[in-house]
């Protein structure tokens, strides 16, 4: 399939790039993750294309952060009932939500 590891190495790289095209920061770290073996093989192989992949990422990953309506983190709030709530009482929500799961399936987190 290929005649050396160069240019299997360059077939990584295209493939990778091709793919790319991701919505939000959440899914291209995702795509990253997934992809991290032939990464690495990749980077073995010829590190300059290794640098030129992780740039590709930061340009992915700008292009989401300039498209978002999120206030730069790429994580779209699409919630109508979140809505002019600050990232603080966000976070608390979800502290709350996630206290009361634990509790519900743990019956002494809630004792001190």
């Not at 590709?56 to 809505?83: C, L, M, W």
């Amino acid at each position: 399939m290929y005649e050396d590891a160069q240019s299997f190495a360059e077939g990584i790289h295209e493939i990778l790039v091709t793919f790319m095209a991701t919505r939000s920061i959440e899914s291209l770290e995702h795509y990253y993750l997934v992809n991290v073996n032939a990464i690495e093989t990749m980077r073995r192989i010829d590190e300059s294309l290794y640098t030129d992949l992780i740039q590709k990422f930061k340009e992915q990953k700008h292009a989401i952060n300039a498209n978002s309506d999120s206030g730069g983190t790429g994580y779209v709030n699409s919630d109508p009932r979140r809505e002019g709530q600050t990232d603080d009482e966000r976070e608390l929500r979800a502290r709350k939500q996630k206290t009361q799961e634990y509790r519900k399936h743990h019956s002494t987190a809630g004792l001190r």
